[in-house]
């Protein structure tokens, strides 16, 4: 290790102390001191319990009957994409982060990253550098790739019949080779509890799909072998998360998705007393999990909203599981759920789209259909309304995302239960106001403007430093753009601009973050925002006016406010920006404008076109600024990028204004004009 790379990890640790409570501290010498023991003494053998009871006769996911009866011409193309996507994986090309194939071979290297190619040593877990791209590759893809989120698909493709043994077969290749490749805290695929959580999820979905113990797989001396080897794996994966819950200021998502492994884990394989008990504990957790985590308006608390969905899959699988087993989780729990629904029908387009606000990987829980991920928010609705019995919810929404509730609720007689909860405009707890006209329409005018907290907990991991920005969709396309994530593993810099103030549709002061980031995934300095005056009109219009304190921070103090208007009846939305400061400051107003708009300059201002679609974007200030037009520019100071999945970026059009002052006001007009 280079002095340099030391002195950045000396850094990190120093930053990473300062989030924490003296609690966590406590909790995270004892685990490195753990850690060091490994080391010193060796790899502690996990102690296993005979079975005492077989596994579970409930099923929460079966094949949905009007696939398996194959009784439309929609119903016989979502089986054929079954099988194509079976076919596939069996000519070695696995589907990651739902966006593109790999090759990986028929019978993966499991330890080797897919996108770099590295073959991580089999060593215990703990010695693995997550971050060391020499040893690991870019762990993200290891991660996905093991997952297994592809062996449902060939679960798929074997339940639905027709395709000859072939799926199964493959199945049965792959879980041997994954058994003798990734033995218990071995590799890099035992460094994460969440991903043994998201394994057991899977594996799930796997074992009832071929029908448990009962499967042809498990057939002969062969066969019995393989399922002694998964079932001992599997109580691997409980005790192993529960020895390692995330705790404290890491008790994020990545708790839910534990708990919700552990529980559906129980309920899957009760085969064992502690695994039980651990089952029921992770009931009872995630039933405190969804309340502090969860607003009460339904906002995912780490302000990152494919997050919301990511978690929504975790409820939704305990809940399917609780329900069969006879134990339904509480009314509170089902109350949460639909909360969450509602806000994300509410922030949605009339073209589907959601706002990229924070941090956004690609990352499912389950895939049940095979191009799913293109329209993970509708199959979180479509699943909500199948569940609370609303089919209001997903009215126009995607095909792909129905389909993939079908298969989660094909047990479902009847809902679930009844919600009276609506979507709506006003999300105080969760921080985000939301302005419309004409939704649903070709004329439709949807805005969200930030005002909530940066993030959960004290690093905030997945929040950006966004507060007080615009974003706003046209007709049901995005126009003004919060341009997402790109990468967590790629150069720092790209990460950092990201969630970076310049990269959203906000003022950044001298180039700075509203926030002050200690790494990849921290915040040591949060901003927060407070909204000071809020009104709504009876025919939609709405006067918002809020501050942050991001920039209090700097010698010479800068407090911005912005007040937002929106006036429906004339199509026109104006912001009032107001930078105060005893000193002189350098003022950057960038406008991130999605893919596929037109930008024409104009005096004052700017002309943006899209499919006979005209917003003009007017400036006026009080002190004299600059307007340029950027677009794909690169490090060491990226400007003009836009992510729509994870681990691929674009360039896109950004409008900036640049204002050197140490107070003005700044009014920026948008008039929309629809053919």
Not at 428 to 436: K, R
Not at 593 to 611: K, N, T, Y
Not at 665 to 674: A, G, M, V
Request: proline share 5%.
């Amino acid at each position: 290790m280079s002095s340099v790379e030391a002195q950045g990890r000396l850094a990190w640790f120093w930053n990473r102390l300062r989030c924490m409570t003296p609690a966590e501290v406590v909790h995270r010498a004892q685990e490195a001191g753990r850690k060091r023991a490994l080391r010193l003494l060796g790899q502690r053998q996990r102690r296993l319990e005979v079975a005492d009871a077989p596994p579970a006769a409930a099923r929460w996911l079966k094949v949905p009957q009007a696939l398996a009866a194959a009784q439309d011409e929609a119903s016989r193309e979502a089986v054929a994409l079954v099988r194509a996507e079976a076919a596939r994986i069996a000519e070695g090309e696995v589907r990651l982060f739902a966006t593109s194939f790999h090759a990986v071979g028929r019978v993966p290297q499991w330890n080797r990253c897919p996108l770099t190619g590295v073959q991580a040593p089999a060593v215990p877990s703990h010695a693995i550098s997550l971050t060391n791209r020499a040893q690991v590759g870019d762990i993200k893809f290891v991660w996905e790739l093991n997952r297994h989120l592809h062996w449902v698909a060939l679960a798929q493709a074997h339940a639905l019949g027709g395709g000859g043994p072939e799926p199964l077969q493959l199945l049965g290749e792959q879980l041997r080779a994954w058994l003798q490749q990734c033995p218990p805290d071995t590799g890099p695929n035992w460094t994460s509890s969440l991903e043994y959580a998201l394994r057991l999820i899977n594996w799930s979905v796997v074992w009832q799909l071929i029908d448990g113990e009962r499967s042809s797989l498990f057939a002969g001396a062969e066969g019995q072998a393989l399922l002694r080897d998964w079932l001992a794996s599997i109580q691997h994966h409980v005790l192993g998360i529960a020895e390692h819950y995330s705790r404290h200021s890491s008790a994020n998502n990545h708790l839910i998705g534990e708990l919700a492994g552990v529980f559906v884990g129980a309920q899957t394989w009760p085969c064992w007393p502690r695994v039980r008990a651990l089952g029921e504990r992770a009931r009872r957790e995630l039933e405190q999990q969804i309340v502090l985590q969860t607003t009460e308006d339904g906002v995912n608390r780490e302000q990152a909203f494919e997050y919301a969905a990511f978690v929504y899959d975790f409820f939704a699988v305990a809940e399917r599981c609780a329900a069969v087993a006879g134990q339904p989780l509480s009314a509170s729990y089902l109350d949460r759920m639909a909360a969450m629904c509602c806000f994300i029908r509410s922030v949605m387009d009339a073209g589907g789209h959601v706002p990229q606000v924070g941090d956004a990987d690609g990352a499912q829980v389950l895939r049940l259909h095979p191009d799913g991920a293109h329209a993970g928010f509708a199959a979180m609705l479509h699943k909500g309304a199948l569940l609370f019995g609303r089919p209001d919810w997903v009215q126009g929404l995607h095909a792909q995302g129905r389909q993939e509730a079908q298969w989660f609720y094909a047990g479902l007689a009847r809902p679930a239960a009844q919600t009276q909860r609506q979507p709506g405009l006003a999300f105080p707890e969760g921080g985000y106001q939301l302005f419309e006209s004409a939704p649903g329409t070709a004329r439709e005018i949807k805005g969200l403007v930030d005002v909530g907290p940066l993030g959960y907990l004290g690093i905030a991991a997945h929040g950006h430093a966004d507060a007080l920005q615009l974003c706003l969709s046209v007709g049901g396309r995005p126009l003004l753009v919060d341009p997402g994530t790109y990468s967590y593993r790629a150069e720092r810099e790209w990460r950092d601009y990201f969630r970076s103030t310049r990269a959203h549709n906000t003022v950044c002061v001298d180039d700075l973050d509203q926030a002050v980031s200690g790494g990849r995934f921290m915040w040591v300095r949060h901003v927060r925002a407070v909204v000071h005056a809020l009104e709504r009109g009876p025919a939609g219009q709405l006067v918002l006016e809020a501050t942050h304190d991001g920039y209090q921070r700097l010698p010479k103090p800068v407090r911005h406010s912005r007040r937002v208007c929106f006036e429906p009846g004339a199509a026109r939305i104006e912001l009032l920006d107001r930078i105060e400061s005893q000193g002189l400051h350098r003022l950057d107003w960038h406008w991130h404008i999605a893919p596929g708009w037109s930008v024409q300059v104009r005096e004052h201002g700017f002309a943006l076109r899209s499919e006979g679609t005209e917003v003009l974007l007017n400036v006026e200030g009080t002190q004299a600024g600059e307007g340029s037009v950027h677009e794909g520019e690169g490090l060491p100071l990226p400007l003009g990028w836009y992510s729509e999945v994870y681990a691929s970026k674009q360039p896109c059009t950004v409008l900036r204004w640049r204002v050197q002052a140490s107070r003005c006001e700044l009014r920026t007009s948008l008039q929309i004009s629809f053919a």
